[in-house]
């Protein structure tokens, strides 16, 4: 099992940039997929970005393609999110997830450890 634990979330206004950074430990951190998930008020949680294990595979959900970008650095069990140009519909909680398996996935089945999340409120 391994621990995830984001920060960096808050307010920004609408155009503004916030970067997430979701710090791991526990089980090996490198050789995964980690990626992140968001869920807005009264709506389901929902893919954003993944990454493989060392880095060099993203894929992104095409609302945020071009705005965010996922990276990882492996020496330091951290995975980041840095998100441009936000929107108020980015408005939601930002989830960092861990699978146990390399490549680069897409729905939360394939993720097997879940941060408890951070909070980014987008102001129009």
């Known amino acids: 099992q391994v621990q995830l634990t984001e920060s960096g979330g808050g307010l920004v206004q609408a155009g503004g940039s916030l970067g997430l950074t979701c710090a791991a430990s526990?089980?090996?951190?490198?050789?995964?997929?980690m990626a992140w998930f968001r869920q807005a008020p009264e709506k389901e949680r929902e893919f954003v970005a993944a990454?493989?294990?060392?880095?060099?595979?993203?894929y992104y959900r095409g609302s945020v393609k071009g705005r965010f970008t996922i990276s990882r650095d492996n020496a330091k069990n951290t995975l980041y999110l840095q998100m441009n140009n936000l929107q108020p519909e980015d408005t939601a909680v930002y989830y960092c997830?861990?699978?146990?398996?390399?490549?680069?996935?897409?729905?939360?089945?394939?993720?097997?450890?879940w941060g408890q999340g951070t909070q980014v409120t987008v102001s129009s």
């Open positions: 526990g089980r090996i951190f490198r050789d995964t997929c």
């Open positions: 997830a861990a699978s146990r398996s390399d490549g680069v996935y897409l729905y939360e089945g394939h993720f097997d450890d």
């Open positions: 990454v493989n294990g060392n880095g060099d595979n993203t």
